[in-house]
């Protein structure tokens, strides 16, 4: 049932949200995430017509929801952390949002180490954005990613390290990475890719970082280093 | 640095060997993605490959619309 303009603002209000998405009729939700500058960023292909598209770690969906409008055939949104209601926040946008849209979109909580064909079948393109540092076993996540993207994975991380060349991960013990235990591992663009290309990606592209200017590390001051440099990069990786 | 000649032709024969055509089967004009057989995001694979090939960086807006051999020779050549 379609809900009334003053019932879709009222409901949208209730919701603590992540995600900017337009729900039409100029009401767009009030999320933290300037989704549509990420949108950018990521360089989503425009034509996404006949494709099937996983976006694990949806939360509120707006990646599920721009690749359904994009024209995939298929979009399974996947979550747990962020729909189970103990931290970050619940279901409740993701699925206000897809009946707002009269979206299509599927679908089912599931930890990322729990993907696997046999569960939830294989995708051609995957959207792993900003979870691979809340992972703490980001190698096995990838595995686990990798074995269900068809052709394409878009990948959005934290990085850290940019000052090395070698493959390397900084970790982050208790909330050492902007008071977050939820934050585990900064690997550098080598690191991330090295990662991708063991588990299975044979070409992969850093798209790009996405601070002009690396940010100085924010590590709590038992650990400090002299010089930490840390950013956001886009990758994309093909199988 | 090559002739455009050169790079359209390096180009067919990167995109033939990496996605199993045989060469003689395109041509310069082809529409690569029906040619080819791929898809939108094959397609970005072929256009790192080529970035990667030649040693240039293909914005979004110079190969946007492009679908023939010869036109993305250009751009690629425009970049030499």
Excluded at chain 1, 5 to 24: F, P, S
Excluded at chain 1, 55 to 61: F, K, S, V
Excluded at chain 1, 192 to 214: H, I, N, S, W, Y
Excluded at chain 1, 219 to 229: A, E, G, I, M, Q
Aim: with cysteine; proline share 4%; aromatic share 8%.
């Amino acid at each position: 049932m379609e809900l009334a303009n003053d019932d879709l603002t009222q409901a949208v209000n209730q919701i603590a949200w992540y995600h900017r998405i337009d729900l039409g009729n100029g009401l767009i939700t009030p999320g933290t995430d300037d989704s549509q500058d990420r949108l950018q960023k990521i360089a989503l292909p425009k034509d996404l017509r006949g494709l099937s598209v996983l976006d694990i770690g949806a939360w509120d969906g707006f990646f599920s929801f721009e690749a359904e409008r994009r024209g995939a055939k298929r979009v399974l949104a996947t979550d747990s952390y962020s729909w189970d209601g103990g931290g970050w926040g619940t279901q409740a946008g993701f699925q206000l949002a897809r009946r707002a849209l009269n979206s299509r979109v599927e679908d089912l909580k599931i930890d990322v180490l729990d993907l696997n064909p046999e569960r939830v079948g294989s995708f051609d393109l995957t959207l792993f954005l900003g979870v691979l540092y809340h992972m703490r076993h980001p190698l096995l996540a990838l595995e686990r990613v990798a074995s269900v993207t068809g052709k394409m994975l878009i990948l959005d991380t934290h990085v850290d390290l940019l000052d090395h060349a070698r493959p390397l991960m900084a970790f982050y013990p208790d909330r050492e990475l902007n008071n977050d235990p939820t934050n585990w591992w900064g690997p550098n663009p080598a690191a991330v890719e090295a990662m991708l290309q063991t588990v299975g990606f044979r070409e992969v592209k850093l798209v790009r970082l996405l601070l002009d200017q690396p940010q100085c590390g924010a590590r709590t001051d038992k650990h400090s280093l002299p010089v930490l440099t840390q950013d956001r990069a886009i990758f994309h990786a093909w199988r | 640095m090559p002739t455009a000649e050169q790079t359209v032709n390096e180009i067919m024969q990167l995109a033939a060997n990496h996605f199993g055509v045989a060469r003689e089967q395109l041509t310069p004009d082809d529409d690569f993605f029906k040619k080819l057989g791929i898809d939108s995001l094959q397609a970005l694979e072929l256009l790192t490959r080529l970035e990667n090939h030649f040693g240039v960086e293909l914005p979004d807006y110079e190969v946007q619309g492009v679908s023939d051999f010869r036109t993305l020779a250009e751009r690629i050549q425009a970049r030499l």
